[in-house]
């Protein structure tokens, strides 16, 4: 339905290992969230891409944390190494395409344990 | 910095209660207003929105929400809960920016 497509959908690592989330979204459209939502919490914004530049990323933990949108259509979020309260779902989400008035379409969501 | 605050982490209803969620937002200008749904197992789905007019939005499933300008809120509603209800749910908020902020979300349980 809402034609955001992330993988993995799980995935369990040990502390300082690194993992990598992929996600593509809504066809056409320049605008890409990503967001990290612990349990019990509400989804935080980690960084926003408009094509392939980064528009907000003042809450990536950039020692550890790194995305990129090199062609301005998928994405991918990196950590290295991860920690314990990395733990999460790590949510992509796409304006409809073609109009941005931030009614968000999310994926599935990417959940990480970290051991 | 900008932040959207619920009031209420975890509320339980019987059956055929009204609800009502608080949501604050702190001043940015201009902004859209949002509330989305993730029902267990599911990913979060838009319920309702509210960009200008009216400001008594009514969304999917008989939910309805109402913007208070002056009090900076935008509380959700519902007449009549059923146990199909039973979900998290999450105010959001659009800044000028583009930048999208959501609250800590609120665990609505509905008691058959």
């Known amino acids: 339905e809402a034609g955001v497509a992330q993988s993995p959908r799980y995935k369990i690592i040990e502390k300082r290992q690194s993992v990598a989330f992929w996600c593509n979204p809504i066809s056409g459209h320049a605008t890409l969230y990503w967001y990290q939502q612990i349990l019990g919490q509400g989804p935080k914004l980690l960084i926003q891409?408009?094509?392939?530049?980064?528009?907000?990323d003042s809450q990536l933990p950039k020692d550890r944390f790194s995305a990129e949108r090199l062609k301005g259509v998928d994405s991918t979020l990196k950590i290295q190494p991860a920690k314990l309260e990395d733990s999460a779902v790590y949510l992509c989400a796409s304006p409809f395409a073609g109009i941005n008035t931030g009614e968000l379409f999310f994926g599935e969501g990417s959940r990480l344990t970290v051991l | 910095a900008q932040s959207v605050s619920q009031h209420n982490h975890h509320v339980i209803l019987s059956e055929a209660a009204s609800l009502e969620l608080g949501c604050n937002y702190s001043?940015?200008?201009?902004?859209?207003l949002f509330w989305y749904v993730q029902y267990p197992g599911q990913h979060l789905q838009l319920l309702l929105k509210?960009?200008?007019?009216?400001?008594l939005v009514k969304g999917i499933k008989g939910f309805e929400a109402e913007f208070i300008k002056s009090k900076f809120s935008f509380n959700l509603r519902k007449p009549s809960v059923q146990w199909s209800d039973t979900a998290e749910y999450f105010c959001?908020?659009?800044?000028?920016?583009?930048?999208?902020?959501f609250g800590a979300g609120t665990r609505l349980t509905v008691k058959p």
């Open positions: 001043y940015g200008g201009t902004v859209n």
């Open positions: 959001a908020v659009r800044y000028n920016n583009n930048d999208m902020r």
């Open positions: 891409f408009q094509n392939n530049g980064v528009v907000d």
């Open positions: 509210y960009f200008s007019g009216d400001p």
